[in-house]
C-alpha cells in the first residue's frame, strides 16, 4: 500500500532512476537488484585529498574499477596504500581534513559525490553499506542489538509494526549463523565473531546493492576468520549484492573475492581475476607481493619481502610512483607518470612495461 | 540477582546512616564546648542577666530538662531510638520549639532551590556541552556563550553569590538584598502575589548556583562527547544513515551522560555543603541556615536533627543512583559486586 503513495519528502529526493523507497519490511523483502544491464558500481577517477601542512596528500589518486552485481572485489596493499580511504570515500564518510577532490562514484548509473548530505545518508545501508574493520567496538554498548538493526530501518523510512521489524531481524541474524534471541541481548553479552556477524546482519537489514567490507576479520582470530568470511559469502550469495572486500591477508582475501584490486601509493596498480593476479601478476610490485605470501606445498628457506618503504604521499616525485622500490625500473620511469593500462581480459595494469606507448628495454607488450 | 543487589545497597544504605548518625552524636560532644553555657550567654548577651548563685542551678535544670547529665551511652541509645522515628527532641537555642518542626520549616525552602537549581545547571550545562563538542550542530552560537561559564566555574558560588547581590540587588536595585520573602508579607502559600515574592527571591541565590556550575557539567560532557566521537559505534551510526538527531542522542549522548552521572550523585554533598554558605549569604530561611545557627549555638539537638536528614537524603540519592545505574548502562549488572 505505501509503495503507491510515496509522494513524501523522502520518495522526493529520489531521483527518477530509483525505485520507489521501501516502507515496510514486506517492500524491503521484495526490493530487486535494479538495472543488471549497469555495473552495481562504477568508480572513475577518483580522488582523494587530505590537507596538511606539509602539502596535499594523495591518498587516493585516481582509482577507476567497476563491479558488476553480485561481484566481489578484494584491495588489497600495504598499510597506509589507501585501501580504508577508498573504502570511506566510497560510503562519502571521508572526514576533514580529508576531501574528494574529483572522480565519480557511479552506484546503479547514480553518481554519489554530488549527492548532499541528507541524500547520502539515505543511500548509506540502502544502498551502499559498510561493515567496519573493528566491528568489536561498532556496536553501541547500551543498545540492544535489535534495537541498532531497528534504528537503521527507521532513519530509511520504514515504518512497519514492531512485530515485522522483529521478525525482519531475526531473519538476518539467522542468516549470519545467529541465533534469534542475540537480538535481545547487549553487545558486550556477545564474541567478537558474533559481533561480526552482527555488523554483516546490520549491513544486509535493506539489501544494499554494495557492500563496503573494510577487513572485517581484522580482529579475529584465525577460526573465528574463516567462518565470518563464509557467512560474508553466504550472505553475499543471497542477496546479490557487490562486495568490495579490504584486506592484507593475501591467503583470505583470493578465497573469497572473484577480482584482485591491488593498490599501491593511493593508486590501483593492477587488477585482474584472483587467478591472473596469482598466477600471472604483472605488475612488479604485484609480483613481488605475491612472492611474500608463504606457500604451503613449497618450501623455502626465506619469504622475500620487498625492499624499501611506501613513499611518503605529499609530493610525490614526477615518475612512477613504485620506481624507488622496482626492480624492473628503468629511464622513462622516473620521469613519466604511467597510466592504466587495458591488457586484455578486463585486466589492468598501471605500468610502462605494460604501456605499447613508451619504449622499455623490459617491455612486455606482445 | 537484583533482588540480592538491593539487599545489599539497602544494607550498605542503613549502615552509612548508621556511622554517620553515629559520628554525628559524638563529634560536637567531644568539643568540650557546653550548649547550656552558650544558651546562657546569648541570653546574658540579650540582656537577660542571672544571679550567680543561681547560674550553677540553672544550668544543672537545663541539662536535667535535655538529659544532657545523663551518662553518654544512654543518651547515645535515647538519640538512636528517637531518631529512627525522627524525633530529635527539642532546641535548646530555641526551646521549646521541636527540632522536627524546625526542620519542617526549612527542609522546603532548601529542595525547592537546591533540587532545582542544580538539576537545572545539569540539565543545561549537560546539553550545552553535548552540542558543543558536537560537529554537526548549532556549533558556532555555544561557542560564545559557553566559554563564560568555564570561566564562572572556577569561582566559588558564594563569592558569585556576593558579586551578584551587589550587581543585581545593591546598585541596579532589580530584586531583593536577602531572605525567601519580604518581611513585610504574610506567608500564605495560596496566594499569588507571595508565591511571586518567593520566586523573587530565589532567583538571585537560584543565579550563583547555576551560573557557578552550569561550566562544571558543560566542561565535563564536552570532554565525553569529544571521546565519544572517536567510538566505532559513532562512525558506524553514520555508515547507518542514520538521521543526526538520532546519532547524537542514541548515541552520542546516550553514553556520554553515563559519567555525567556518576558526577551527579558525587556533587550531591557538594551542593548540600555550599547551600550553606548560600543560604547564609542571602539568609535563606533554608535547612543549611539552620544548621549554621545550631553550630554557632552549640544546639546538639538541632545538629543532630538536621544531620540526620541530610545523611539520610545524601544516602537515599547514592541508592537512588545505585539502582537506577544498570538500567541506564547494561554492562554494569546487578549481580556484580
Redesign the interface.
Known amino acids: 500500500m505505501a509503495v503507491e503513495t510515496t509522494t513524501n519528502a523522502v520518495a522526493d529526493r529520489e531521483q527518477s532512476t530509483r525505485s520507489e523507497m521501501p516502507t515496510t519490511i514486506d517492500d524491503l523483502r521484495r526490493s530487486g537488484m535494479g538495472d543488471s544491464s549497469l555495473p552495481a558500481i562504477d568508480v572513475k577517477d577518483l580522488k582523494v585529498y587530505y590537507d596538511s601542512e606539509a602539502g596535499v596528500v594523495k591518498a587516493v589518486d585516481g582509482v577507476s574499477f567497476a563491479l558488476q552485481q553480485g561481484e566481489r572485489l578484494a584491495l588489497v596493499g600495504e598499510s597506509g596504500c589507501g585501501k580504508t580511504t577508498l573504502g570511506m570515500a566510497l560510503?562519502k564518510?571521508t572526514k576533514a581534513p580529508g576531501y574528494i577532490d574529483g572522480g565519480q562514484i557511479l552506484l546503479d548509473g547514480r553518481d554519489l559525490v554530488p549527492l548532499d548530505d541528507e541524500e547520502m545518508?539515505?543511500?548509506?545501508?540502502?544502498e551502499i553499506?559498510?561493515v567496519?574493520q573493528?566491528?568489536?567496538?561498532?556496536?553501541?554498548?547500551?543498545?540492544r542489538i535489535e534495537d541498532q538493526i531497528f534504528?537503521?530501518l527507521i532513519?530509511?523510512g520504514i515504518k512497519d509494526t514492531k512485530e515485522n521489524l522483529r521478525s525482519h531481524v531475526y531473519d538476518l541474524l539467522l542468516r549470519v549463523g545467529l541465533r534469534e534471541n542475540v537480538g535481545r541481548m547487549?553487545p558486550?553479552e556477545l564474541s567478537g565473531g558474533m559481533k561480526q556477524r552482527v555488523?554483516i546482519a546490520?549491513g544486509t537489514s535493506m539489501n544494499p546493492k554494495v557492500i563496503v567490507a573494510d577487513e572485517p576479520t581484522s580482529a579475529l582470530d584465525v577460526v573465528v576468520q574463516r567462518q565470518v568470511m563464509m557467512t560474508l559469502s553466504r550472505v553475499q550469495r543471497d542477496t546479490g549484492a557487490a562486495v568490495i572486500l579490504i584486506g592484507h591477508d593475501m591467503g583470505l582475501v583470493a578465497q573469497f573475492a572473484d577480482r584482485i584490486g591491488v593498490m599501491y601509493a593511493g593508486k590501483l596498480v593492477d587488477i585482474g581475476t584472483v587467478q591472473q593476479i596469482i598466477e600471472e601478476p604483472k605488475h612488479p610490485y604485484t609480483k613481488l607481493l605475491i612472492n611474500s605470501v608463504p606457500d604451503l606445498e613449497e618450501k623455502r628457506e626465506r619469504l622475500t619481502g620487498i625492499p624499501g618503504i611506501p613513499p611518503p604521499l605529499v609530493d610525490l616525485p614526477p615518475g612512477c610512483v613504485f620506481a624507488p622500490r622496482c626492480p624492473s625500473v628503468e629511464v622513462p620511469c622516473n620521469e613519466l607518470e604511467p597510466k592504466d593500462t587495458d591488457i586484455g581480459d578486463n585486466r589492468h595494469v598501471m605500468c610502462h612495461l605494460f604501456d605499447p606507448d613508451v619504449a622499455m628495454a623490459g617491455s612486455e607488450v606482445v | 540477582m537484583t533482588v540480592d543487589y538491593l539487599a545489599r545497597r539497602i544494607g550498605m544504605f542503613v549502615a552509612v546512616i548508621f556511622v554517620a548518625t553515629s559520628f554525628n552524636f559524638f563529634l560536637p560532644r567531644f568539643t568540650g564546648q557546653d550548649p547550656i553555657a552558650t544558651r546562657l550567654e546569648l541570653l546574658a548577651a540579650e540582656g537577660v542577666t542571672t544571679r550567680a548563685e543561681d547560674y550553677a542551678a540553672l544550668i544543672e535544670t537545663y541539662n536535667a530538662k535535655f538529659g544532657l547529665d545523663r551518662p553518654l551511652v544512654l543518651q547515645y541509645l535515647t538519640y538512636l531510638s528517637t531518631a529512627v522515628r525522627f524525633d530529635f527532641g527539642e532546641s535548646i537555642t530555641k526551646y521549646p520549639t521541636r527540632v522536627s518542626e524546625l526542620i519542617n520549616q526549612a527542609m522546603p525552602w532548601s529542595i525547592g532551590l537546591l533540587v532545582t537549581s542544580t538539576l537545572l545547571a545539569f540539565v543545561v550545562g549537560t546539553l550545552g556541552g553535548a552540542v558543543l563538542a558536537w560537529q554537526h550542530g548549532p556549533k558556532a552560537a555555544f561557542e560564545l556563550i559557553l566559554p563564560p561559564f568555564f570561566l564562572l566555574a572556577a569561582v566559588p558560588y558564594y563569592l558569585l553569590g556576593l558579586i551578584l547581590i551587589w550587581l543585581l540587588a545593591f546598585q541596579a536595585k532589580l530584586l531583593p538584598l536577602g531572605g525567601g520573602y519580604a518581611p513585610t508579607t504574610l506567608p500564605d502559600w495560596s496566594d499569588f502575589g507571595f508565591l511571586w515574592e518567593v520566586f523573587k527571591h530565589s532567583l538571585l541565590p537560584a543565579l550563583s548556583i547555576v551560573l557557578a556550575s552550569i561550566g562544571f557539567w558543560a566542561l565535563g560532557m564536552r570532554s565525553m562527547m569529544i571521546t565519544m566521537q572517536g567510538e566505532d559505534y559513532m562512525l558506524q551510526a553514520e555508515a547507518k544513515g542514520l538521521t543526526k538527531a538520532r546519532a547524537f542522542f542514541r548515541y552520542a549522548v546516550r553514553n556520554a551522560v553515563l559519567p555525567q552521572t556518576t558526577a551527579l550523585a558525587l556533587t550531591l554533598p557538594h551542593v548540600v555543603s555550599g547551600a550553606i554558605l548560600v543560604e547564609r549569604i542571602f539568609g535563606y530561611p533554608g535547612i543549611g541556615r539552620v544548621l549554621y545557627e545550631a553550630i554557632t549555638g552549640f544546639d546538639y539537638f538541632v545538629i543532630q536533627g538536621v544531620v540526620f536528614i541530610i545523611v539520610l537524603a545524601i544516602a537515599f540519592a547514592m541508592l537512588v543512583i545505585d539502582v537506577i545505574y544498570p538500567l541506564l548502562d547494561p554492562r554494569i549488572s546487578y549481580s556484580s559486586a
Open positions: 560510503m564518510l545518508r539515505l543511500a548509506r545501508l540502502a553499506a559498510l567496519t573493528s566491528a568489536m567496538n561498532a556496536l553501541n554498548p547500551v543498545m534504528d537503521g532513519d530509511h547487549f558486550h555488523a546490520t
